[in-house]
């Protein structure tokens, strides 16, 4: 079942969304070579606990860290810990944060340091597919036409897209129906209506589109070792297009 939020509801995801937001403008600031990504976590965790609200991942399915912190080859999942950030490399921070019951839910891909042309472009055309797919929402389109929005623009760049990681719905809990895929045939799926929430995100990778998971059970690696991005925003479902609930950008 698809749950459309209340105006109250919908509320408290503005707010979780927002202190979403407020972090990742800390993170960009932060990201930097030198820095692990436990040291990134750690400056998360305070900042979202400093606006009254907690870190949706944090103890999730046993989940270690406060965000998930991916690196190059690394798709999502990946647990914060010692490894230093290197000029060149890029990082897919994945950030919750929820608010009086609420989840918003957020990942981007950031450079480290000045990046490669084909690192650049792999970010560029993984947001332009989250925005493509964005563009499309609104009340009575089906859900896979915006997945299939998100497909075109990827491989029309060359690019893979992943299909064993979905985007989601998200409210109450941080993972509700429907999973969007960010491929599909247009014209299909569920019908959108007003109040629907939803985790849009596209994960984009520069070779093959197979991934695995590390020994850790969390760490999702492609299996061909190229690099991969991750940009995804929470947005509410309007009559005529959609909120983005995880922007700072009104």
């Known amino acids: 079942m698809i749950i459309c939020k209340s105006e109250v509801e919908l509320g408290f ?30 400056i998360a965790d305070k900042f979202i606990r400093s606006k009254g609200a907690t870190p949706s991942f944090k103890g999730y399915n046993g989940f270690s860290g ?3 912190a991916s690196v190059n080859e690394e798709l999502v999942h990946g647990i914060p810990g010692d490894r230093i950030l290197n000029e060149g490399d890029i990082i897919s921070i994945d950030i919750g944060a929820q608010y009086r019951g609420y989840h918003g839910d957020s990942a981007w891909t950031y450079g480290v340091g000045k990046i490669s042309d084909t690192a650049q472009r792999l970010l560029d055309v993984t947001e332009r597919s989250l925005y493509a797919g964005l563009e499309l929402i609104k009340s009575d389109v089906r859900l896979y036409t915006i997945s299939h929005a998100i497909e075109r623009v990827i491989e029309d760049a060359g690019f893979s897209v992943v299909r064993e990681y979905v985007g989601h719905g998200v409210g109450a809990d941080l993972h509700e129906e429907p999973q969007i895929p960010n491929y599909g045939t247009p014209d299909r799926g569920p019908r959108l209506k007003p109040g629907m929430t939803l985790a849009i995100e596209p994960m984009v990778v520069i070779g093959e589109r197979y991934v695995k998971t590390l020994a850790d059970n969390w760490t999702v690696v492609t299996v061909d070792g190229t690099w991969c991005a991750h940009f995804e925003h929470t947005v509410a479902v309007t009559p005529d297009g959609c909120e983005i609930l995880t922007t700072l950008e009104k």
Do not use: F, Q, W
């Open 13 to 42: 995801m503005r707010e979780a969304g927002r202190i979403v937001a407020e972090t990742h403008r800390l993170m960009a600031n932060s990201v930097k070579p030198g820095i692990t990504t436990r040291e990134l976590d750690a």
């Open 66 to 68: 406060s965000i998930c």
